[in-house]
């Protein structure tokens, strides 16, 4: 699984003190020098990891930007880590003595306690202590969180109205004995199953995303609390429904994004039609319908594992696999860069496959963290991991432009809703910890 997802977008910030104004909120972004030719940069890891990674996810941490990796080595740059590993920007570490089986997804939550990493997969012991597929990582000691039956694909942090919960989906059917069928809650204390969850019983849930205040869930089902369900479908805190047709064969991969026409729901695996909509193995939801990206990842057996937003030429989709074609036979090597419009190669891609993508690194110029089964990036030797540096097109950002389309509009006033009480970055203009009617206040001020 891809990893995934989840690390927010930066953006920069405007600290306000005293009376609030309501006039329109400009940040000046330097624009890049006119020259830049995008890079894949020495291996971020060196010899590289001697397994293949599954998962990246970048934070920051006491003003230190750093980066996790999961997956199935043990060595990475030469230093021992079982399954999971920290990088700082200059070494990798591990994380204790790491997991005896597969780390398939990493996702950041706040239980109460601070926020902690949460690392899934197919393991049983995360260190010392018996972790069946779940464990928690408080910066010193793995805890178990839950017994799974089966395999946890995904992770994600979503609030149905009740506060932040932390979701895990997979193959499993039970935590600690609970029936829950594919995907759970987590409120930091207890585990409750959705409903009926989805199924069959025999099928799987590979990825988790939040779009338009709902949970979305994807992978290989056909129903979802009992109704009709292809493949992909939507919680909103009490019942599921269908996106549409759906999708006709397994997803593996989602993200929410904006590539500058409004908040999209990509979704990516090995499918080829929404309905009777050709969308080769990657296509957009818009909260109405399924639209296909050109046409696609092309290849016959190709495959989409991970997508990312990051700027490279602007706001652009990056999508990594098992593929040698997309767009109008275009050739890019197992990752391609979409920019709503367009597809396009990233240098020379890798050589065998991509499964995880993230960016990672300074906001302010990030690199884009690619990770999976390959020995080559670019020009570059690279085991299973590499850092691809683009060429970003920044603009003036008004902050109260959530959505980054170019307007203060109700696009923004939804998402602004949509994060209401919590502590939600992008939505929290004013910088005061929580999303309230001070930042409603500066959004209707900057309305236009």
Wanted: hydrophobic share 45%; with cysteine.
């Amino acid at each position: 699984m891809q990893a995934h997802p989840r690390v927010a977008r930066s953006r920069p910030r405007l600290l306000l003190c005293g009376i609030i104004s309501l006039a329109p909120l400009f940040i000046a972004v330097p624009t890049p020098a006119q020259s830049c030719t995008p890079t894949w940069n020495s291996p971020i890891a060196s010899p590289g990891a001697n397994g293949v990674i599954r998962a990246l996810i970048g934070r920051t941490e006491a003003n230190e930007n750093v980066l996790y990796a999961g997956g199935f080595f043990t060595t990475i740059n030469s230093v021992s880590a079982s399954k999971i590993a920290r990088f700082d920007g200059a070494n990798w570490t591990p994380l204790g003595a790491g997991m005896n089986n597969t780390v398939l997804d990493l996702a950041l939550f706040d239980d109460g306690a601070g926020e902690q990493l949460y690392a899934a997969g197919s393991f049983t012991a995360a260190g010392a202590v018996i972790a069946q597929r779940l464990a928690r990582w408080d910066g010193a000691a793995w805890s178990s969180i839950g017994a799974f039956n089966g395999s946890v694909f995904a992770l994600a942090v979503f609030n149905d109205g009740s506060g932040d919960h932390l979701y895990a989906a997979g193959a499993f059917t039970t935590i600690d004995s609970l029936p829950a069928k594919h995907i759970a809650r987590y409120d930091g204390a207890n585990w409750a199953p959705l409903n009926a969850g989805v199924g069959p019983t025999a099928g799987a849930v590979f990825d988790l995303a939040v779009f338009n205040g709902r949970l979305i869930a994807a992978g290989d089902f056909n129903s979802a609390d009992a109704s009709p369900a292809s493949n992909i479908a939507a919680w909103d805190g009490a019942t599921w429904s269908a996106l549409g047709p759906g999708l006709n064969d397994e997803v593996h991969t989602l993200l929410a994004a904006d590539l500058g026409a409004g908040q999209r729901l990509f979704a990516g695996g090995v499918f080829t039609l929404a309905g009777s909509t050709s969308v080769n193995r990657i296509a957009q939801w818009d909260g109405a319908s399924w639209t296909p990206l050109g046409a696609g990842v092309t290849d016959t057996g190709a495959r989409v594992r991970a997508l990312a937003l990051y700027n490279d030429n602007g706001p652009s989709l990056f999508v990594g696999g098992e593929f040698l074609h997309v767009g109008n036979n275009v050739t890019a090597s197992r990752i391609a860069r979409y920019d709503g419009a367009n597809w396009f190669p990233v240098d020379q891609g890798v050589d065998t496959s991509v499964a995880a993508l993230a960016p990672f690194g300074d906001p302010a110029s990030p690199q884009l963290a690619v990770a999976g089964d390959f020995t080559a990036a670019g020009p570059n030797n690279a085991e299973n991991i590499a850092a691809y540096t683009g060429c970003p097109i920044t603009t003036p950002i008004r902050a109260a432009d959530i959505n980054a389309d170019g307007e203060v509009n109700s696009g923004d006033m939804a998402l602004l809703l949509g994060a209401w009480d919590t502590a939600f970055p992008e939505a929290d203009l004013n910088n005061d910890g929580q999303v309230n009617s001070g930042d409603l206040a500066l959004l209707l001020g900057d309305w236009g």
